[in-house]
């Protein structure tokens, strides 16, 4: 119930800084890349390390890392299911 109070007061609090023309609602954009992830799997492909490719184009190897996951498709599966991760998913 308050939680409906605290959201309804935000909400109203918002509008009032919107009339008055100080609400800027920034944040980070979705979906913003820092680097070209085509460059960075072309990078690897090419045969570099991903500590080398980070340095390349100025991020992280974390963001690395998450530019070279495996595509999955709608059931969560990885779409290049070989032979490693089937030995993951066995249920022998």
């Known amino acids: 119930m308050e939680l ?14 919107k009339a008055r023309g100080v ?10 890349t820092k680097a070209d992830p085509k ?6 492909a090419s045969g570099l390390k991903v500590t080398e490719i980070a340095k390349a184009l100025g ?7 998450e530019y ?12 290049n299911s070989g032979p490693a991760s089937m030995a993951l998913t066995s249920t022998e």
Request: charged letters at 35%; zero cysteines.
């Open 4 to 17: 409906e109070h605290t959201r309804e007061r935000q909400a109203a609090g918002i509008a009032a800084a």
């Open 39 to 44: 460059r960075a799997a072309e990078l690897k």
């Open 23 to 32: 609400y800027r609602n920034h944040g980070r954009k979705k979906g913003a």
């Open 59 to 65: 991020v992280s190897r974390s963001v690395i890392y």
């Open 68 to 79: 070279l996951k495996p595509a999955s498709d709608d059931s969560g599966e990885p779409l």
